[in-house]
């Protein structure tokens, strides 16, 4: 369990800092003694002296000691702990060809850590080991869009982290860090705000609850027209992997698509399908007042016909 504490606030960049424990232990005390980071010893401008400072300065001391880390004294260590990343990792979008690498990887099983949800059915996640950073489209399923927001232009548009001259709370001169690669997707460059379809927070946070910054399985079906990745999700329940697309539509959060689960193999289209149709008969969330639409065709008795099947249900049932 992740639990935090605001220690100080920046009102002038609108932003907060403060303490986090993974469960009883502080992450920050965690890091430095890991030696991956150095301590700052006081707040914004030269304030109030950081909380529990002493013990970041003693731990930082050992893991100087100890050589751990960035404090450490063996040769080329430091040069061997970078990580050469894809483009796309560090917010570099534009060169990734989305069709190339999906003809490469289709029908692959691919390790992935989600970075961030969209909406229900749109997910960013760093692939492993490259880390390439890639948007998935669950197939099958499309859950209530989650709108749009105007940029916030005290976060995105402040050159270096300062705001009329100010560092975003660091004296320290030295420049602030980039905007994450999720940051950046997520700073919408749409200038009008729209609000987000019925239910779509609730499918958005049911995606976010079962795979947000986990490890998940992404099996990769193909692109559409827009060079969209469009792909299957599967997160660990226990022992078993469960299938995201057809959890969301089992539960009213989202509907079945056609065209990209005709990238799916049959049995799953089925399942999906009859999923929907199950959703829709107890008007679950999105099919809340749901009515079928109203037919002229008659029931035929005793009479031959030619037609075409538009989809099967079972193996009993077209």
């Known amino acids: 369990e992740v639990t935090f504490r605001v220690d100080y606030t920046a009102p002038n960049i609108g932003r907060e800092f403060g303490t986090v424990y993974l469960g009883d232990k502080n992450v920050a005390y965690l890091v430095v003694a890991a030696g991956w980071a150095r301590v700052k010893e006081q707040g914004p401008k030269g ?8 013990e970041l300065l003693r731990l930082e001391e050992v893991a100087k000691q100890q050589g751990l880390g960035r404090w450490s004294k063996e040769p080329g260590a430091a040069e061997d702990s970078i990580r050469d990343l894809p483009p796309s990792a560090i917010g570099e979008l534009s060169g990734f060809d989305a069709k190339g690498f999906a003809v490469a990887n289709k029908g692959k099983s691919l390790e992935a850590i989600v970075e961030q949800v969209r909406d229900g059915s749109t997910i960013r996640v760093y692939l492993l080991p490259s880390f390439q950073f890639v948007q998935i489209y669950v197939a099958g399923v499309q859950a209530p869009s989650m709108g749009r927001r105007p940029p916030n ?53 049911f995606t976010e609850t079962r795979v947000l910054n986990r490890d998940v399985r992404i099996v990769v079906e193909g692109t559409d027209s827009f060079s969209n990745i469009i792909g299957s999700v599967y997160y660990p329940d226990g022992d078993t992997a469960k299938d995201l697309s ?16 005709n990238m799916l193999d049959v049995e799953v289209k089925i399942k999906l399908k009859n999923a929907e149709l199950q959703a829709k008969k107890e008007q679950l969330r999105i099919w809340t007042g749901f009515k079928p639409p109203v037919t002229n065709s008659k029931p035929i008795h005793d009479q031959k016909f030619t037609g075409k099947v538009g989809f099967m249900f079972s193996v009993a049932v077209y």
Do not use: C, I, M
């Not at 304030?47 to 002493?54: A, F, K, R, T």
């Not at 402040?158 to 705001?163: D, F, I, K, Q």
């Not at 089992?250 to 990209?260: C, I, M, Q, R, T």
């Open 47 to 54: 304030g109030e002296p950081l909380p529990n400072v002493s």
């Open 153 to 205: 232009p005290t976060v995105v548009a402040e050159p270096e982290g300062t705001t009329n001259g100010t560092t975003n709370g660091d004296d320290s001169g030295e420049a602030p860090a980039p905007l994450t690669t999720a940051q950046r997707l997520a700073a919408s460059t749409a200038s009008t705000e729209v609000p987000p379809d019925r239910f779509g927070r609730e499918a958005k946070h």
């Open 246 to 261: 057809l959890e969301l539509v089992e539960n009213g959060l989202a509907k079945y698509v056609e065209w990209s689960a």
